[in-house]
């Protein structure tokens, strides 16, 4: 397992992390200042920026750009707003070619509005893949499918298992073109008894796309917005990323916290700091 | 598939669909004139009254006892107290046998306080189960293993997907006595993917013991203590019951709904109309 003592530059931010509580170009700027390699913005970020400026102040700093987020959920109650959905991502990976993004992380979307419909939203996101496919070779940007956690099966995602994302790679990309792959984020994935098994699968064909980490606190509060910061939880990080190096990854380690009542109300300075030292220690 | 118009003889209020308000012999009262077949008493209602006078009055009720909730939780920091879980859960098998209790409902508990060892937690858990399993013959009262939603991995249970819970199943009763098997809940495994495949594979070996339903409301504002209604959420509830009795299980529909803010504080006996209401026309 690779050392992270003084390498911050295998070490990347999730904007997210800050709690977007700045321009886009400030966040860029702290995150360089504090010494870490790689950066993940949001859609919502960039598209109210100008994006090629981004792309510019970005590899002005040499930072990779580790991961774009996010998908347009793509499960829909009619057909033409699931290809609206579609359609929205297909333009997102215009950006995230632009930002020379490692991958375009894909958070697939829950139910529609009033569904009970599992099964068929599931069908959908596999339909919806497959399209994006096509458009995320064009553009030169890797899908990274990202099963979200169990908890929100009902209103973000659909896709829950690291099992099910490879089963969906496999299915849509036999040849291992390098395009479709999935993003492993501790905070969705710990629980799972399949884990270990599920990261040696997924190195063996060359998966892997993005490694995310934060922590789960004994005792969450909110569901969304109640994420730990590497240490303060229960997950065993150096246990899981030995296991995703193993299975050949080598590419950096992303802190994405969502924390509205705690980091999300400090200084970014602080927070990025208190990540980097976590970073070298615990995970 | 049974249908359960006019037929409440085949369906259970577990007595936390109440909040636990009032003494456990005004609420089996409450449920028997509702017209349910069955309850599911907790221990500490139980063992703050007199367990042999409960037993009597819902044999005198003709209420059928679904399960008895629940185990002490198993994995600890210490042998001794790992011991004394277990213990204690001796002990409450007695009290199910009084009750002649259908199933006693084991979950399993998450990780010991400070613990960061999932693996060992759960090896813990197949120990402990396997220790039960010899009292749960010895007083003729099978041992229900429920599956928790991942979201209680950290502080209530390690075991969460039916498909592990049959594992567990076959390497400890590969004889299948009939004192080992499975309570599912929907509420728990509703977002599964293998739920469908496990359902069958639990009937196959006669492993289902309890079905518990409620709902997954799509705004769930609190992880414990905020579940819906049937037919409030997004889970397909007749679709499920399908497959579970499809699967062969025959005993009854037990309603387990835990809602601080909404069902908990309205009279019990709207609640328990309610819930008969809508057994009737979506469970």
Request: proline residues 4%.
């Amino acid at each position: 397992m690779r050392n992270l003592k003084e390498r911050l530059d295998l070490c990347s931010i999730n904007t997210a992390t800050l709690g977007h509580r700045e321009p886009l170009s400030r966040t860029i700027d702290r995150i360089a200042s504090a010494g870490f390699g790689g950066i993940a913005p949001w859609r919502h970020e960039v598209e109210k920026a100008n994006v090629a400026e981004i792309a510019r102040q970005v590899k002005a700093l040499d930072l990779t750009v580790t991961g774009y987020c996010r998908s347009t959920y793509l499960p829909a109650a009619t057909h033409a707003q699931f290809v609206a959905n579609v359609d929205e991502s297909k333009a997102a990976l215009r950006d995230a070619a632009t930002l020379g993004a490692r991958c375009f992380v894909m958070v697939v979307g829950g139910l529609p509005e009033g569904s009970r419909d599992l099964n068929g939203a599931r069908e959908q996101v596999a339909d919806g893949i497959a399209q994006l496919l096509e458009t995320a070779r064009e553009y030169g940007v890797p899908l990274a499918l990202e099963p979200l956690h169990p908890m929100y099966a009902a209103d973000r995602a659909v896709l829950n298992t690291l099992a099910r994302a490879l089963d969906i790679c496999d299915a849509l990309d036999p040849e291992r073109s390098g395009f479709l792959g999935v993003a492993v984020d501790v905070y969705h994935c710990w629980w799972d008894p399949a884990l270990q098994a599920s990261i040696s699968a997924a190195g063996l064909n060359d998966r892997i796309l993005a490694y995310h980490v934060c922590d789960w606190l004994r005792e969450t509060r909110d569901m969304l917005l109640d994420r730990g910061m590497m240490g303060d939880g229960v997950v065993d990080l150096a246990a899981v990323r030995e296991n995703i190096e193993r299975a050949g990854y080598e590419g950096l380690i992303e802190v994405e916290i969502f924390s509205k009542e705690n980091w999300w109300r400090r200084d970014p300075d602080e927070v990025l700091c208190i990540c980097s030292e976590r970073l070298q220690t615990v995970c």
